[in-house]
């Protein structure tokens, strides 16, 4: 069995190799988030459960962990964002695999906490959704932060990739009111674990 580290080293060199026939990569995005959709997708998702990644932007990360276990072939990931091709740089709900189209900022953690609440009535797993620290701007995401433990979506984990960066620069610069992050979840009734990715 490959161990997480080793299957991320194998991931990265996958998205190099993709680099070289396309320019539309957000390389720094996928690499700092791969350790947790491998994480996901390789040693904690049963086939029942659903997944969102809410920063679309880094979709290429989730197609090679797709094509690491065997839910997308390498041919179909091979044409990623070619004339003809099925994969675009932002992840879309005609995608085998795909639970929903992704990267308008802001909108994950509420179509998670949707979809969790329609698993919850059906007891059918569980869903995840992995964010920005960017996004973390956004109202709407506050709202689901809110909203969720009030509506008993215990189904629903939100995995905040707080790589502290974004395009117009460091989040904890240009937004230094949103830290802690861990603190504020904690108070509107999360349980919150901060992680060493």
């Known amino acids: 069995m490959v161990i997480a580290s080793e299957r991320c080293k194998l991931h990265r060199l996958r998205l190099l190799q993709l680099s070289q026939n396309v320019s539309a990569l957000h390389i720094g995005g996928s690499f700092s988030c ?11 998702m049963r ?6 990644l809410s920063k679309g932007h880094v979709g290429i990360a989730q197609y090679v ?50 979809a969790a609440l329609g698993k919850k009535g059906k007891k059918s ?30 189904n629903l984990t939100v995995v905040v990739d707080s790589n502290d960066f974004q395009s117009l620069g460091r989040t904890s ?11 504020k979840l904690t108070a509107f009734g999360w349980n919150v674990k901060s992680v060493d990715g």
């Open 34 to 44: 791969f350790e947790i959709i491998d994480a996901l997708y390789c040693e904690v």
């Open 47 to 52: 086939p029942e459960d659903t997944f969102l």
């Open 65 to 114: 962990l797709m094509e690491y276990t065997g839910v997308l072939e390498s041919a179909i990931l091979q044409q990623y964002c070619t004339a003809g091709g099925l994969l675009g740089v932002h992840p879309t709900g005609d995608i085998p695999g795909i639970y929903m189209g992704t990267g308008s900022l802001g909108h994950g953690a509420g179509l998670g906490l949707g």
């Open 125 to 154: 797993g569980r869903v995840f959704v992995v964010i920005s620290d960017g996004e973390l701007q956004e109202g709407s995401t506050w709202e689901t932060f809110i909203n969720a433990p009030a509506l008993g979506a215990t």
């Open 173 to 183: 610069e240009t937004h230094p009111n949103m830290y802690p992050i861990e603190d």
